[in-house]
């Protein structure tokens, strides 16, 4: 139970940081939409963009965060070598990117479709080469149980780049129409969209000098038979995370090139909007694995912790689907997120959030393959999952648009979801609680479905379902006796005795 609770304590500190700074940076979305019109394509650009950065940040990270924990808790190995050669391969990876980049990017930037503005592809690149080299010093903060700085850098990386962006896209431009002359010393409106990735690259850079400690205060080594050991780990995990984000991103990549219609950007925004409701589960998983990733492997030194593992998804699962509920009981009050033309798009939000749902048991599911160093298990299942995922959307989007790639994300996170467990059970058995986590999960099922009920009244609505919300709280308190469970807990326990 004190492991649970740790875990926890470090789950709520990380999850601070991502669903404060993820709801921070919703606020992102109805700005740019207001600011930049859809006829001028600025948004597209944007999520264009961000879309291909999500896949080069997997790539130049090559799995050495996953692999950094395994090997660092390794007893054989020594943590601090294990760092300073994870951060020198990331970091020299990163800076030949950047390089290569800068040498091709005419012809980069005329493939993507930005040959008039080679800015946007240069600055992009150096951010996510950044992020990339970034990742290190932040798994090593997770490493040493330093939730609190993790947190706090996070933060601050969202609260400036918010700021800035206010300050460009709101206060300047407001600003510049009477003061023309001065204020067009730092700004132009001839810039637009491009503001978005150049406070991007000088928050991204500022964050680095945060580091300080953790790239200065140890004793750099490279061991480069460790690093051929590290990569062989690691790159089953590459081909896992690069299956993992195109099924994030695959459908926002391709969709204009499947949906042959006269409206496609329209119905890539609408679709694009909604998901951004449905990524609150994203927040969450996001948290918990950062927490449960070095507990994990932490805890690989003890002798067997599989009933401590089949109690974490137990707890994970319960979590989830009150998160799932809460969102549907008031997707009324969520939805004002983003604008009302984007609001026949909701529809597709409870299928995201399932998939997410799926998609953060098969992550919990995987650690088998990584305790027993047989990572090439993740990269067959996330592989064959992916290949679903594109499957549905090739076959399904040209006659149902974006709801396709809705249940194309359902069905690839299922399915990987299902073949590990399945395989799992054979080469590492943990005795999951199965019985409870079908119950829990049918009696969210009935309550989702007694939520759809059509009320055209919003407050009516919003108290129906948060009635429905409060039995399944009610459940799970019942069940778990979460009273003596609270009861227990440090500081707020003394308000459940």
Known sequence: MANLKSLAKDTAIYGLSSIIGRFLNYLLVPLYTAKMSAASGGYGVITNVYAYTALLLVILTYGMETTFFRFANKSEENPATVYSTTLISVGTTSLLFVLLVLAFLPGISGWMGYSAHPEYIWVMATVVALDAFQCIPFAYLRYQRKPWKFAALKLLFIFLNIGLNLLYYVALPALYKSYPDAIGKIYSPTVGVGYAFFINLFCTGLITFFFWKELTGIKYKFDWSLL????????????????????????????????????????????????????????????????????????????????????????????????????????????????????????????????????????????????????????????IGCAVLILVNVLFVPKYGYMACAWGGFAGYATAMVLSYLVGQKYYPIRYQLRDIALYTFVAGILFAAMMLAIENMWIALAYRTFLLLLFVGFIYRKEHLGQMLAKLPVVGRLFK
Do not use: C, H
């Not at 589960?281 to 932490?298: C, K, W």
């Not at 026949?344 to 048991?361: C, H």
């Not at 992550?363 to 027993?372: A, C, E, R």
């Open 228 to 383: 051929k050991r590290m990569l062989k780990y690691a790159w089953p995990i590459l081909v896992l995370g690069i299956a993992g984000i195109l099924n994030q991103t695959f459908d926002k990549m391709f969709f204009p090139k499947i949906y042959k219609q006269a409206d496609v950007q329209t119905q890539l925004g609408i679709y694009g909007a909604a998901v951004k409701i449905a990524m609150i589960m994203a927040l969450i998983t996001q948290a918990f694995r950062y927490a449960y990733e070095p507990f994990v492997f932490g805890k690989s030194k003890e002798k067997d912790s599989r009933e401590t593992y089949a109690q974490a998804m137990r707890y994970f699962i319960i979590f989830t689907l009150l998160a799932f509920l809460a969102v549907m009981a008031w997707i009324d009050v969520f939805k004002y997120i983003i604008a009302p033309d984007y609001w026949s798009g909701l529809k597709v939000v409870p299928i995201v959030m399932a998939a997410e749902i799926m998609m953060g048991i098969y992550f919990n599911l995987s650690f088998w393959y990584k305790l027993i160093d047989k990572t090439i298990w993740g990269a067959w299942f996330s592989g």
